[in-house]
């Protein structure tokens, strides 16, 4: 079964609307978390680092103040796209990092959730 | 950066092999994964290289060499579920983090 959880698949907003995306780790605390945002036909691109009861790492070019990253607790990180607009239109995923010894760490994706802005 | 470079999109035919390329650039990395990835859905993990030479799992193998910037993921005896995106990511490289490839578009054809 799924060890991380992303909510909502898919969700349809108004322009100018804020939406909100939650990433959980079912079955292991995870101290980092990471979002993605993918285009249609394109790779995955990192946004941003969630840690834990820290203030996120954002990539280069990505706004923090339009995409809100928190990460309360081991188990949820949260990402809130701001006064949305069509071209925020995407697919979201998210993925937690789970340390696993020896062999490093285990990465671990969410479903995914499916912006639509209109 | 992490310039992380592989082809767009590439085709073969069931029961043949194929080889998809990674190269990349960066300052140092702790390990390499392959992921594949049908549209709409989650990368699946196939492979993670952290020392360089040939892992083999099944129908899937993948190889690392640190000193050339390069790594490949060699896919044997192709089915038509096989067509998918293929994507090399870097762990580590500047932070804990996941970096990507420009992914390759594998299409299996009869």
């Known amino acids: 079964g799924a060890v991380v959880s992303q909510h909502p698949s898919w969700v349809i907003c108004k322009s100018g609307t804020s939406v909100k995306i939650e990433c959980r780790s079912l079955d292991f605390q995870a101290t980092t978390m990471f979002w993605y945002r993918q285009f249609p036909k394109q790779s995955l691109m990192l946004m941003a680092t969630?840690?834990?009861?820290?203030?996120?790492?954002?990539e280069q070019g990505v706004e923090k103040d339009k995409f809100l990253i928190n990460h309360a607790s081991l188990t949820l990180s949260t990402l809130t796209v701001t006064s949305a607009h069509p071209e925020d239109s995407s697919f979201y995923i998210c993925s937690a990092s789970r340390a696993t010894g020896i062999s490093g760490n285990t990465i671990y994706f969410g479903e995914g959730s499916w912006l639509t802005v209109v | 950066g992490q310039n992380i470079d592989q082809p767009t999109e590439m085709t073969a035919t069931e029961g043949a092999i194929v080889q998809i390329n990674c190269t990349y650039q960066t300052s140092g990395f702790n390990g390499l994964f392959w992921y594949q990835q049908h549209a709409g859905e989650a990368p699946t993990f196939l492979s993670y290289n952290v020392l360089d030479g040939l892992e083999e799992k099944g129908r899937f193998s993948s190889f690392l060499s640190r000193s050339k910037g390069y790594s490949y993921l060699l896919l044997k005896e192709l089915q038509m579920k096989d067509s998918a995106s293929y994507l090399c990511?870097?762990?580590?490289?500047?932070?804990?983090?996941?970096?990507f490839g420009t992914g390759t578009q594998l299409k299996v054809e009869l």
């Open positions: 990511a870097l762990w580590g490289g500047g932070g804990n983090k996941l970096t």
């Open positions: 969630s840690n834990e009861g820290s203030k996120a790492t954002y």
